[in-house]
């Protein structure tokens, strides 16, 4: 019987074989600003629709761009006494290798985290769609701030990469406690000697700690290189030959992963299915046997083995694992095993936090509201005279321009509307940013009852900002002054970001503060069940109500 899709098929792979090689810039669509996000992908010559191709994804640094990546990675840099611009506009002839790349904008320069972080792998996702990827072949590099992002994509999923190559490497505040994530993941690290933005001191460290943790990592410094280090370790395309060496190892023999958030659960085999988010779970699993596994897991109270496959599990025999010296047996596995932490220690079943608890996709911090899509809100629902409801939009305007004096131009556009525009849909589908009080913004007026955190009636110069669930969905409530109050240098970070995320980068899942952000008066996170684990701090300056403090909610277990 003839196959349906066949003609579709052959057609798309017609298509596909007919399409230029080289560079060009293409674009996918943002679902979390709605936006066409471009970057920079070239194709190989002579692409073969039928086999998967390696792909490598390059990202940029601090004020530059997917264009001017994409010939920084073939090693085709600036030209002498160019500028960046001029650099950047058309593409040279690049070298021929047998490799996909895409370098994403990813907004510009913000970092590889938060809006930058979900752009990387909707790019991923986009030249999937586009090309026949070798799922085991895709690499990850990048500079200075490039750099630093790609340490950070390869410790919180290492299970997406091949290898990785980080050049002269800015790494986000963070990235040292995750070191020991990249066991058994190829890195190389590059860096100048005489490199005066990011010293290569920095490079020397995380080499001993990527070395420590068990990572099969190189280091090249160059004597008497600065900053640019990418020009000597991308000339001549040479990256392409040190990445496609490798492939990605599915099924270690060992896993170590540690990380404060359900958003980063696991990798590999290994996923932590209850943690205290802002708190740092850790896990260290490995075989010592066929279907014999020992497991040391701290600040954890569930976790999932996904062994299929693995060529030291065989289904249908027993299981033996041992978890921080308890020792268990499973007689069948069927398919995954789970483990709870329960009063009398560890037992089978999985962990589920309780139905109101944080959970994966709704559990903070501050940062998160603008990591997907979001909606910035101002109040009018004490009717306010048109300067004051001017000077309202005009706040939640200055949260929604994310450029810096550095780095004025990001290409991110999110919605600024009134609490009476706010359709059912993005009350459905997006985060809130909501500005006022319950007295002045009825979206904070109809959920103040549920959130932890108020600021008080007459509260005038306090800024308070929290961050609660609604539905399934999260939002940021900032009343009175806006969390941008005070000097830039006030909250310090990563000079390269803009200077409103910076400081929500900074930030737990509350803080409170009087005059500006130099005068902190109470910060920190909720506990599971979003509630203040100790309200005195932040009630005893009389500005702020908390609700009551329950017992906090424990997983529990399920057989």
Known sequence: MRDPTLPAILFGAAMLAAQSS?????????????????????????????????????????????????????????????????????????????????????????????????????????VKRRYPVDEDRIYLTGLSMGGGGALW??????????????????????????????RGLPLHLYHGESDSIVPAARSRQWHKRLLAGGARVQYAEYPRVRHNAWDVAYRNAAVFEWLGQFRRNRMPDRVTFSSRWYKYPGAYWLRIDSLTPGSLASADAQFTGP????????????????????????????????????????????????????????????????????????????????ASRHVYVYGTLDNPDPGELDARRKIALQAAEWGSNLFPRLLLSPRILADDQVTAEELREANLILFGTAATNRLIAQHAGAWPLSLSPGA????????????????????????????????????????????????????????????????????????????????????????????????????
């Open 460 to 559: 005038a110069d306090y800024g308070l900002v929290f961050v609660a669930p609604v539905g399934n969905r999260l939002a940021l409530v900032n009343s009175g002054l806006p969390w941008w109050s005070g000097p830039e240098s006030a909250r310090p970070g990563e000079f390269y970001l803009p200077w409103r995320y910076r400081l929500l980068r900074s930030f737990g899942d509350y803080i409170l503060f009087r005059g500006s952000l130099e005068n902190v008066l109470a910060e920190g996170y909720f506990d599971p069940m979003w509630r203040l684990p100790d309200s005195s701090s932040i009630t005893a300056s009389g500005a702020v109500a908390a609700r009551a403090d329950p017992a906090p909610g424990k997983p529990r277990a399920a057989r």
């Open 22 to 126: 080289g560079p060009r810039v293409v674009t996918f669509p943002s679902d979390l600003d709605g936006s066409e996000q471009p970057y920079a992908l070239y194709v190989p010559r002579n692409l073969d629709p039928s086999r998967g191709y390696p792909l490598v994804i390059s990202l940029h640094g601090p004020g530059s761009n997917h264009r001017l990546n994409m010939r920084r990675v073939f090693g085709l840099g600036n030209a002498l006494g160019g500028t960046i611009a001029e650099a950047a506009r058309p593409f040279p002839q690049l070298p021929d290798v047998d490799f996909l790349v895409a370098s994403p904008l990813a907004r510009g320069t913000m970092g590889y985290q938060g809006p930058a972080e979900k752009d990387i792998y909707d790019v991923l996702a986009d």
């Open 153 to 182: 994509l390869a410790l919180t999923r290492p299970d997406v990469w091949a290898a990785v190559a980080a050049v002269a490497p800015a790494a986000p505040e963070g990235s040292e406690e995750l070191a020991a994530n990249g």
């Open 291 to 370: 279907n014999r596994l020992e497991i040391a897991i701290q600040k954890a109270e569930g976790f999932t083995l996904i062994l299929q496959g693995h060529p030291r599990f065989t289904p249908g025999k027993p299981l033996q694992v041992t978890i921080n010296g308890q020792a268990l047996s499973i007689p069948k596995p069927g398919g995954p095993a789970s483990f709870a932490l329960t009063p009398k220690g560890w037992k089978p079943g999985l962990a589920r936090p309780a139905a109101d608890a944080k959970r994966p996709g709704l559990e903070g911090p501050i940062a998160e509201v603008v």
